[in-house]
């Protein structure tokens, strides 16, 4: 099953929480045994920069105290985070002071050992490059890799945790995406996608950017694997929410940023900010210096005023209509050019399209009722036709939006609830479990006789329903039409 993204989750409204450093990340080191074409961040597995990494006290030292700040979460990753011969250490040490982890990797290095430790509840990814070992070395340029990462998944099943496949897609490998789906599928329930476009190296070494350049996919390939989610971007944009919504005309480039987020990265020197593209020196704050408190509290807001965008920003993306069709963000436009307030053109490529898609999408997806005075988006991860709905319901169909608007979604695959926190239980008699967790409400579609061992239907409401993710086990009801409910909910017998 594919981990559906910000759809599922309520979104979070960050800006509302006191500004506490929830969530860490930290790249325990930049080397690398691979040496990815696409990679933004390697270093030689001997590189000299071993030398400065933090040690394992220091990184306890900054676990700790991040901890009694309010910190929760730790992010961990590289380069590849097991070069490091203490890893089992400190990975043990983080797990074991934070609610949750993630963790990124590409899974050579996986021991019996580690691979046990990595049982520990929490989101660990395993990247693949290919669906052969050919492919996947070719990308690696490791002779081996791909047998080697196949030996990670097998001592992972052996100790019997679960893991998230990560598959990479570039210009290499695409010819054989859909082998990378069917490898993912047979390792584990659960795969994703990694980021479909690429950014250029934090070292800005010409030569490995040519090659990043030349593994960029065609738009159109970019905005088939990452999909905008139009209900969830609408959202962020009336609520004003997210890092990226700058308002126009404002020049401080990450103010918005600095107060909506709540998250930290330390990378393996010690350096710390508030985001993990972030490699101007200028915007980093050593904590072997300083403490992650001071860091936090005095260092990361001052960034807030202090980096302005220039007339290339003010006149370009801060003005730019496609601004929220595009990616872009000044973090990828330092990458691109060492200039933050520079577009680029890669990413108008790329939001030109999502526009188009959009558009389509818009047409083919996206549908409104009237009833009762109260306008209902209707939405669907499949097209909608003539046919979807019963001809009952045609008398209701208006053209747009109305002033008291309630949004509905239909996806066709139920999301992974295993080991997910649904929060409490309020009701629980065939056909529905309901649960609330925080703003969010869940409605459990049971059965009498398994109750929620199968589940036929998942629906997940904002706190006053105004906006509904409804998923499906399949396609099959909506595929045959005829559909006499907007929610389907009445396709619930016994
Ligand atoms: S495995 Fe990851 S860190 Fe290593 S070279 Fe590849 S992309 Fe970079
Ligand atoms: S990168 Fe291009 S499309 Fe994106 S905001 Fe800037 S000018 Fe607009």
Same mark, same amino acid.
């Given at each position: 099953m594919i981990i559906m993204s910000s759809e599922y989750k309520e979104i979070k409204k960050l800006n509302k929480l006191p500004r506490l450093p929830l969530e860490g990340s930290i790249d325990l080191t930049y080397r690398c045994d691979n040496n990815c074409r696409h990679c933004w961040l390697r270093l030689s597995p001997n590189a000299q920069e071993k030398k400065q990494e933090l040690s394992f006290d220091e990184i306890k030292n900054i676990i700790d105290q991040a901890r009694k700040l309010g910190n929760r979460k730790w992010s961990i990753s590289g380069g590849? #985070?097991?070069?490091? #011969?203490?890893f089992s250490e400190i990975f043990d040490y983080i797990t074991s002071h934070s609610i949750s982890y993630s963790l990124n990797t590409n899974g050579g290095l996986i021991t019996p050992a580690i691979a046990r430790l990595m049982k520990r509840q929490g989101n660990k990814m395993i990247a693949v490059y290919g669906a052969t070992r050919e492919v996947h070395d070719h990308i690696t340029r490791n002779p081996g890799s791909y047998d080697a990462t196949m030996r990670g998944f097998a001592y992972l099943k052996e100790a019997g945790g679960s893991f998230t496949v990560q598959l990479i897609p570039m210009k290499d490998n695409y010819h054989q995406y859909d082998l990378m789906v069917k490898l993912a599928q047979s390792l584990s329930k659960h795969y994703r996608i990694g980021a479909p476009w690429l950014y250029l190296s934090a070292s800005g070494d010409p030569i490995i950017n040519e090659e990043i350049k030349k593994q960029r996919l065609y738009q159109k390939d970019v905005i088939e694997l990452d999909k905008p989610s139009l209900s969830y971007e609408e959202k962020m944009e009336q609520e004003n929410a997210g890092c990226a919504y700058v308002k126009r005309g404002d020049d401080r480039l990450f103010a918005a940023c600095i107060a909506n987020r709540r998250d930290f990265h330390v990378d393996p020197y010690g350096q710390m900010t508030f985001c993990s593209f972030i490699k101007d020196p200028k915007m980093r704050y050593d904590l072997r210096t300083g403490t992650v408190k001071e860091g936090w509290d005095k260092f990361i807001p001052s960034l807030a005023d202090k980096v302005r965008g220039t007339k290339d920003y003010l006149e370009g993306c801060a003005v730019c209509e496609d601004r929220k069709n595009c990616r872009w963000c000044p973090v990828y436009g330092y990458l691109e050019?060492?200039?933050?307030?520079k577009k680029m053109e890669y990413l108008c490529a790329v939001a030109k399209e999502n526009k188009d898609y959009k558009k389509n999408w818009q047409k083919e997806h996206r549908t409104y009722y009237q009833i009762g005075g109260i306008t209902i988006q209707v939405e669907s991860d499949l097209p909608i036709t003539d046919k979807t709905f019963h001809p009952k319901l045609a008398p209701f169909h208006v053209a747009g939006p109305g002033a008291d608007t309630v949004y509905i979604h239909h996806h066709f695959a139920l999301p992974d609830l295993e080991k997910k926190d649904l929060g409490k239980r309020l009701y629980s008699k065939p056909p529905w479990s309901i649960y609330k967790k925080d703003d969010t409400w869940i409605y459990l579609g049971i059965s009498p006789s398994t109750g929620e061992k199968d589940l036929h239907k998942i629906a997940v409401f904002n706190a006053d329903h105004s906006r509904g993710q409804i998923y499906h086990p399949n396609d099959k009801s909506f595929k045959k039409g005829d559909l006499s409910a907007l929610t389907s909910f009445f396709l619930i017998k016994y």
């Open positions: 590849e #985070p097991m070069l490091r #011969p203490d050019h060492g200039d933050f307030s």
